[in-house]
Nanobody
Framework: QVTVVESGGGMVQAGDSLRLSCAAH??????IYWYRQAPGKEREFLAV????????RHTDSVKGRFTISKENAKNTVDLQINSLTPEGSAMYYC?????????WGQGTQVTVSS
């Protein structure tokens, strides 16, 4: 059974940091993505981790503030978010992929107050 579960969201103030975790189980996923979606906006790609070689890629708008990483002790793929702004308020989603199959979690809400 495949499960994809995000955690770590919450209500924070501008300038704070959060660490989101994605626990994806049931298959040997080849890539793990993080996205976010704010109300009334399209889902936005943030970062990706590639299992085969451990490489990562971040969208330009979050480089230097967001970091995706594999946490072996927890068996999760985390997204460290620093210097949050109110514009970062959104539902954050994890997406796990293998061989053309794509699995989404339910999301974790991040709300940033000014």
């Amino acid at each position: 059974q495949v499960t994809v579960v995000e955690s770590g969201g919450g209500m924070v103030q501008a300038g704070d940091s959060l660490r989101l975790s994605c626990a994806a189980h049931g298959r040997a996923f080849t890539t793990i993505y993080w996205y976010r979606q704010a109300p009334g906006k399209e889902r936005e790609f943030l970062a990706v981790w590639v299992r085969s070689n451990g490489t990562t890629r971040h969208t330009d708008s979050v480089k230097g503030r967001f970091t995706i990483s594999k946490e072996n002790a927890k068996n999760t793929v985390d997204l460290q978010i620093n210097s949050l702004t109110p514009e970062g308020s959104a539902m954050y989603y994890c997406n796990a992929r293998i061989l053309g199959a794509s699995y989404w979690g339910q999301g974790t809400q991040v709300t940033v107050s000014s």
